[in-house]
C-alpha cells in the first residue's frame, strides 16, 4: 500500500508563491506517474500538472502552465509543486495523486490514479 501525505498549502496574496511537497511512503516505485489536482468548493476535482517518474515528462493544465511546475526527488521520494504568480482562482484544495502503472488513460484523468493524498488547502487572496 502507498500512502501520500501532501505538505505546504497555506494563505499568500495574489502574486504570491508556493511549493506544496507530497511525501509517498509504504511502496516505492521508480516508474508510473504522479500528478496534481485541484478541487475549489462546488466544482469537481481538475487536473493540475503529473509527471512520467520514468522518463521525467511533465504535462501541465492550461491554466497553470507557465506559472506552475512539477518536479521530484527520487532520494526523498517525494514530489513538489512549485507555484508562482498564484491567483485568487487557484484557490483550492490540493491533491496528490499516484499510480505504479506506466501506461493507461492520460495523465490528465482522475482514473488514471491508484493512490491519493488527503490534500492541502491553498488560498489566494486579492
Known amino acids: 500500500q502507498v500512502q501520500l501525505v501532501e505538505s505546504g498549502g497555506g494563505l499568500v496574496q495574489a502574486g504570491d508563491s508556493l511549493r506544496l511537497s507530497c511525501a509517498a511512503s509504504?511502496?516505492?516505485?521508480?516508474?508510473?506517474?504522479m500528478g496534481w489536482f485541484r478541487q475549489a468548493p462546488g466544482k469537481e476535482r481538475d487536473f493540475v500538472a503529473a509527471i512520467n517518474l520514468g522518463d521525467g515528462s511533465t504535462y501541465y493544465a492550461d491554466s497553470v502552465q507557465g506559472r506552475f511546475s512539477i518536479s521530484r526527488d527520487n532520494a526523498k521520494n517525494t514530489v513538489y509543486l512549485q507555484m508562482n504568480s498564484l491567483k485568487p482562482e487557484d484557490t483550492a484544495v490540493y491533491y496528490c495523486?499516484?499510480?505504479?502503472?506506466?501506461?493507461?488513460?492520460?495523465?490528465?484523468?482522475?482514473?488514471?490514479?491508484?493512490?491519493w493524498g488527503q490534500g492541502t488547502q491553498v488560498t489566494v487572496s486579492s
Open positions: 509504504g511502496r516505492t516505485f521508480s516508474r508510473g506517474a
Open positions: 495523486a499516484a499510480t505504479e502503472w506506466e501506461f493507461g488513460v492520460p495523465l490528465q484523468s482522475i482514473a488514471r490514479y491508484d493512490y
